[in-house]
C-alpha cells in the first residue's frame, strides 16, 4: 500500500530583527495523516546546539544578522517524509544617536531641543520614534513620538533622556544618553530708599546656581528714560524721572548662560528741600543764629531729622540751632541736611561769611594852608564794609559824613588841629579814633615888573614874604611858550620877548623852608595875537573808545583873552568851552571818515577875533571781546574759548592775562588758549583783542578755580575674617564730597566694592591688598588714592585655672595657652585687670566670675577667651581664750565662720562635763551664738572655774564638703581642742 506523504511548510513570526526571539509555526499538511515530527535546522552554525529544534513550533535566537536558511522536516504517522527550505532574512538594528540643543548643558527652566543624529540615524528608514526623558516629575509630558522634540526641565540634575527608533522592518533600537540640567540662579535684590532727584542704589542679593553670576541686566522701566534706562552693572544706581511707581526688575546670568529674573515694586518719593537763612550778632562776637526754612516734598512726609554741619568736627540736630565761632573775619560752608519719614534727604550749603570786630586807623598829609589834607581810613577786618565814615575835622565846621574811606579838607587858618574818627561798619558796629595833624603857613609871592618894550627885556623884582620862615626857592613862568628861556629860578631875573603885541601872563611860584608853596600869576602886557591849532593824537582812531585831541591855541596881546573855544566833531556833535580846554576827548559811536573844525573867538578891548582850524580823521570800527571757561578744578587744565567779534574788521590778535599774580607767565597770545592755576580762588581774567585796523577791546571777566578735594583715609588693622573699618578722612575744598568709590582690592571676592562713606570689609585670606578710594564733590572735583593695607593672622587664645593658689582661697594663677599671642588684655570679672602673661587673680567676694583674655599679636589681632569661674569662701576658726569680765572685744567667746550648711560646737571640762554647746547660723552660714563663760550661758549660774575646757566641732558647708579641722601648735589639724577661761 502507498501512503500520501505530507507537505512540509511553516512560517516565520516576525519581526526578523537581530536579538529578537523569533518563533516559527508549522505549517505542514498531513491530509488525513497526523504529523508524528519534526526536525528544524535554522542555517545558524553558530548557535551551536540551539541550531536544530524537534518541536512543531520552536523559537530561535539568530546569533548575527544576515541570511539563513532554514530547514524544515516533517513526518507523518505512516513514515512518510517531506521538507522545505526557506530563507529568513534577520535584519540589524537601526544605528541611532542623537543631539541636544544647547550642547554644553542646559538650563532649568529652559527649553532643551533634541533632534536625531542625521549622520548616524537612517531616518528615511525609521518608522517611529519614542523619547523618555527621565523627568517623571514632568507627569505626561516625559515622552514624546516626534522625531525632533523638545522638554523643559523644571528640576536641576543629570536626566537619563532614552530614544528608541523602529524601523520599517519593524527593528528598533534605543539609545540612552545623560543630560546635564544646570541649577540656575536666584534673583535678587535690596535697595535704597528712592528719592526724586537723588541716585538710588540697587544692591544685587542674588545666590549663584552651577556656576559664577557673571552678567546683570536692570530693567528699571522708567517710560521718561527709556531706552536709557537700563543697567549691566552688578550694583546699579539710577535715578528715577519723576515721583511715581516703578516695576524694577533684574535679570541675572551666569557662566553657562542661564538666567532669572525677579521684579518688584519701587515707589520714588518726593525729596524735601533743605533751606535756612541766618544772623550773626554782634554780642557775643561770633555768635550766628540759623532759622530752618526748609520745605516737606509733595509726597507729604514730614521731616524727621536735621542735620546741621556748622563748623569741622561740630554738628547738630536742633531745628534752629546757635553757634559761636572761634574765628572771626572767616567765612565757613554750613551745610543742612534735612531727612523726612521716606528717609529722603536734600542738603542745603551756603558760605557763611563772619564779619570781625571792628577797628579804624586813618593817616593825614601834613600840608600847606589852602592845601586840601587828605584823609585815608582804613580799618580791620578787611572783610567787613564801612557803612559810614564821620570825621571832626577839629576846625569847629559840621561833622562830615561820607560813605568813602578817603576824604579832604581845607583849613581855614594854618595851625594844628585834632582831628575825631568815628566809623560805623554795615552790621551797625561802631569804632573810633583820633590823632593831631599840623597845616603850615603859606609863602605870600609877589612881585613888580617895569615897562616891557619889545625890543627889551623885561625886569622882575620879587616882593614875596616868608611869613615865619625864609623863601627857599623861586620859579618864574614868564607866560612865553615859545621861548627857549621861558623859565628862571633867580630872585630877580630878566626876561625878553619877542616883538608881537600880546599878553604874557606870568607866574611867580616861591616856596619856603616849610616845603609850602604858593604862586601869583600877574600879565605883562603886549599887542593882541590869535591862533587856532590843535592836533588829534594817540592813534589808531577806533569806535566806542576816546579819540583826544590837544588844544595848541595861542593869544598874544596887551589887553583881552580867548573868550571861547568850540570843537565841531563831524558827526553832529560839538563842545563848546568857555574856559582854556587843554585836551578834548571824544567818542564816536561809528566809524567813518570825519571832518573836524575847531573854532576860538578873542575879545580885545570890545573887538571879537577868531581863527578856524581842520583835521580829516579817519575812525576804524572797534572788535568787541568776549570769551567762555570750562574745566575749573585746581589740578586740571582750564579751557578759554575766544567769542570775540570783529564787527566788520578782523581779529588779528589776542592777549590773555589769566590773573594769576604769583606767575609771570600767566599770559598768552592763542585765540583759544588753556591755563592750569596753581591754586584756587577768584582770578580777574584779562581778554584783549586787536583788529587789523589796529583797533582793540578789552574784557577783564572773573573766574573762580575751585580747590578738588583730597582724598585720604584710615583703617583699623586688617586681621583675618574680621570685621576691618575704613574711615574716609578726605579733605574737603571748594564743596562738599558727595561721592566715595572704594575698591578693596579683593581679587577673589565677588564684591569688594563699596560706595558708602565709612565702609566695613572682611577679607578671607591674607597678604597685602591694594586699596583704592575715588572721590568727587559738588564741584565734579575728583581726586584718588591708593594704600596698600596688610591682612594679617589672628592668634589662638586661651588659658587654664589653677585655682587656691599657694594654698590661699580666692587667689588663682591663670596659666596663659595662648598661641601666636604677643601682648595680653586680662579681665578678672571682678573691676581688676592685667597685661601679665599669666596672672594671679585675688577674689575677696563668693560669686561666679566672667574671666576674659584678649590675646594680641604684634600686628594687634585679637582673639578673645572667657572662661567662667565660681568662687565659695569656706572657713571656720575657732578662739583659743577668752576673758568672761574683761574688754568688750574678749568678754565672749565666738567661733567665726562663713558659708557654713550644718555647724554643732560642744564645749565639756576637762572630766567630760558638757558646759555650752550651739548648732545655729546666720543666713550668711556664720556660727551665730557666743559662750559668755557660764553653763549654757545662764547667768543665774556662777560662772565656770578659769582653765581650760575641751571643745568639738562638726560642720558642713553649703557646697556640701565637710570641715577638716584646725591646726595646732604642733601642726596637727583636727576638729577638737581646747579654750582657756581667764578670770
Not at 575677696?844 to 599679636?857: K, R, S
Request: hydrophobic share 35%.
Amino acid at each position: 500500500m502507498v501512503s500520501i506523504s505530507p507537505q512540509a511548510d511553516f512560517i516565520a513570526d516576525g519581526p526578523h530583527c537581530d536579538g529578537n526571539l523569533i518563533q516559527f509555526f508549522d505549517q505542514s499538511l498531513g491530509f488525513g495523516i497526523n504529523i508524528q515530527g519534526w526536525s528544524w535546522d535554522f542555517g545558524d552554525p553558530a548557535s551551536g546546539t540551539n541550531n536544530t529544534s524537534p518541536l512543531q513550533n520552536p523559537y530561535h535566537l539568530f546569533s548575527a544578522p544576515g541570511i539563513y536558511n532554514v530547514f524544515l522536516e516533517v513526518m507523518n504517522a505512516n513514515g512518510c517524509f517531506d521538507s522545505i527550505t526557506r530563507q529568513i532574512e534577520i535584519y540589524p538594528p537601526p544605528p541611532v544617536y542623537f543631539n541636544v540643543n544647547p550642547a554644553g548643558g542646559v538650563c532649568q527652566n529652559d527649553t532643551a531641543y533634541f533632534a536625531v543624529d542625521p549622520d548616524t540615524t537612517n531616518v528615511s528608514t525609521i518608522f517611529s520614534y519614542f523619547w523618555d526623558f527621565g523627568d517623571p516629575a514632568s507627569g505626561t509630558n516625559d515622552t514624546s513620538s516626534l522625531a525632533n522634540p523638545w522638554h523643559l526641565f523644571t528640576n536641576f540634575g543629570i536626566f537619563n533622556v532614552s530614544l528608541t527608533v523602529t524601523d520599517t522592518a519593524g527593528c528598533s533600537n534605543t539609545i540612552m544618553l545623560p543630560v546635564e540640567v544646570l541649577e540656575i540662579p536666584t534673583a535678587d535684590f535690596a535697595f535704597t530708599p528712592a528719592c526724586f532727584g537723588d541716585s538710588t542704589l540697587f544692591l544685587d542679593q542674588s545666590l549663584p546656581g552651577a556656576a559664577i553670576i557673571s552678567q546683570w541686566f536692570w530693567k528699571f522701566n522708567d517710560p521718561g528714560l527709556a531706552p536709557g534706562d537700563t543697567s549691566n552693572l552688578q550694583n546699579a544706581w539710577f535715578t528715577f524721572s519723576s515721583i511715581d511707581n516703578y516695576f524694577v526688575q533684574l535679570t541675572v546670568t551666569d557662566n553657562n548662560g542661564c538666567s532669572a529674573m525677579l521684579g518688584q515694586w519701587v515707589e520714588v518719593f518726593d525729596v524735601p528741600q533743605a533751606s535756612y537763612t541766618f544772623n550773626q550778632h554782634c554780642d557775643p562776637p561770633g555768635m550766628v543764629q540759623y532759622y530752618d526754612e526748609s520745605n516737606i516734598g509733595t509726597s507729604g512726609s514730614p521731616l524727621q531729622s536735621w542735620e546741621w554741619e556748622l563748623d569741622d568736627g561740630y554738628f547738630s540736630s536742633e531745628i534752629n540751632p546757635s553757634y559761636i565761632y572761634d574765628d572771626l573775619d572767616s567765612c565757613y560752608i554750613v551745610n543742612l541736611t534735612v531727612t523726612d519719614e521716606n528717609l529722603c534727604s536734600d542738603t542745603y550749603t551756603d558760605t557763611v561769611c563772619l564779619f570781625g570786630e571792628v577797628s579804624v586807623e586813618f593817616t593825614a598829609d601834613q600840608v600847606c594852608f589852602r592845601e586840601r589834607t587828605s584823609f585815608q581810613g582804613s580799618f580791620l577786618p578787611v572783610s567787613d564794609s564801612i557803612a559810614a565814615w564821620n570825621w571832626d575835622f577839629g576846625d569847629g565846621t559840621p561833622i562830615f559824613s561820607t560813605l568813602h574811606d578817603t576824604v579832604s579838607h581845607i583849613y581855614p587858618e594854618p595851625g594844628i588841629y585834632l582831628v575825631y574818627l568815628e566809623a560805623e561798619d554795615e552790621n551797625g558796629c561802631e569804632a573810633s579814633n583820633y590823632q593831631t595833624i599840623v597845616v603850615d603857613s603859606l609863602p605870600t609871592p609877589g612881585f613888580v615888573t617895569d615897562t616891557a618894550f619889545c625890543d627889551t627885556p623885561t625886569h622882575f623884582y620879587d616882593m614875596s614874604a616868608g611869613n615865619g620862615t625864609f623863601i627857599q626857592s623861586w620859579y618864574w613862568d614868564f607866560g612865553d611858550v615859545t621861548s627857549s628861556s621861558n623859565t628862571s629860578t633867580e630872585q630877580y631875573p630878566t626876561h625878553f620877548y619877542d616883538g608881537n603885541d600880546s599878553v604874557y601872563f606870568v607866574t611867580l611860584r616861591v616856596s619856603n623852608y616849610l616845603g609850602c608853596v604858593d604862586s601869583i600869576v600877574q600879565p605883562v602886557y603886549k599887542g593882541p595875537c590869535v591862533v587856532a591849532e590843535f592836533e588829534v593824537i594817540d592813534p589808531p582812531f577806533c569806535s566806542t573808545y576816546p579819540i583826544c585831541f590837544v588844544n595848541n591855541s595861542e593869544f598874544y596881546g596887551a589887553s583881552g583873552s580867548i573868550g571861547q573855544w568850540t570843537l565841531e566833531y563831524g558827526d553832529g556833535n560839538a563842545d563848546v568851552f568857555t574856559s582854556r580846554p587843554d585836551t578834548i576827548c571824544h567818542v564816536y559811536a561809528d566809524s567813518g571818515h570825519y571832518t573836524v573844525a575847531f573854532i576860538i573867538l578873542a575879545n580885545v578891548n570890545g573887538n571879537v577875533y577868531s581863527d578856524t582850524a581842520f583835521i580829516q580823521l579817519e575812525v576804524s570800527p572797534s572788535p568787541t571781546s568776549a570769551f567762555n571757561s570750562f574745566m575749573t578744578c585746581s589740578n586740571e587744565t582750564t579751557l578759554f574759548e575766544s567769542n570775540a567779534d570783529g564787527n566788520g574788521g578782523n581779529v588779528i590778535g589776542w592777549e590773555w592775562n589769566f590773573g594769576d599774580l604769583t606767575s609771570v607767565d600767566d599770559t598768552s597770545t592763542l585765540e583759544n588758549p588753556e591755563y592750569r592755576y596753581p591754586y584756587t580762588g577768584l582770578f580777574d581774567v584779562e581778554f584783549i583783542v586787536t583788529s587789523d585796523n589796529g583797533c582793540l577791546d578789552t574784557l577783564i571777566q572773573e573766574i573762580e578755580i575751585f580747590e578738588p578735594p583730597e582724598a585720604d583715609f584710615s583703617n583699623t588693622t586688617a586681621c583675618l575674617e574680621s570685621t576691618t573699618e575704613f574711615f574716609d578722612e578726605s579733605i574737603i575744598s571748594g564743596s562738599e564730597i558727595y561721592q566715595w568709590s572704594w575698591s578693596f582690592g579683593d581679587s577673589l571676592a565677588v564684591a569688594d566694592t563699596s560706595v558708602v562713606r565709612d565702609p566695613m570689609y572682611t577679607y578671607g585670606s591674607t597678604g597685602s591688598f591694594m586699596v583704592t578710594l575715588i572721590i568727587e564733590d559738588l564741584n565734579q572735583c575728583r581726586d584718588t588714592i591708593e594704600k596698600a593695607i596688610e591682612v594679617y593672622e589672628v592668634p589662638l587664645s586661651g588659658f587654664s585655672i589653677l585655682d587656691n593658689y599657694e594654698g590661699t582661697q580666692g587667689q588663682i594663677l591663670l596659666e596663659n595657652l595662648t598661641e601666636g599671642g604677643d601682648y595680653y588684655d586680662w579681665d578678672f570679672g571682678n573691676g581688676e585687670t592685667s597685661i601679665e602673661f599669666s596672672p594671679v587673680a585675688t577674689y575677696t567676694e563668693d560669686g561666679t566670675y566672667l574671666i576674659e583674655l584678649v590675646a594680641y599679636n604684634e600686628f594687634g589681632c585679637p582673639d578673645t577667651t572667657v572662661m567662667e569661674y565660681v568662687l565659695l569662701f569656706k572657713s571656720l576658726y575657732i578662739p583659743s581664750a577668752f576673758v568672761p569680765h574683761g574688754p568688750e572685744g574678749v568678754r565672749k567667746w565666738k567661733p567665726q565662720g562663713i558659708n557654713l550648711k550644718k555647724y554643732r560646737i560642744d564645749v565639756y571640762t576637762l572630766w567630760g562635763n558638757r558646759v555650752w554647746s550651739s548648732t545655729l547660723l546666720t543666713g550668711a552660714g556664720m556660727p551665730l551664738e557666743s559662750w559668755n563663760g557660764h553653763v549654757d550661758n545662764d547667768k543665774n549660774e556662777e560662772g565656770v572655774d578659769p582653765g581650760n575646757y575641751i571643745w568639738n566641732v562638726s560642720a558642713t558647708f553649703v557646697d556640701g564638703s565637710v570641715w577638716r579641722g584646725m591646726e595646732d601648735t604642733d601642726g596637727n589639724v583636727g576638729t577638737t581642742g581646747t579654750v582657756t577661761v581667764i578670770r
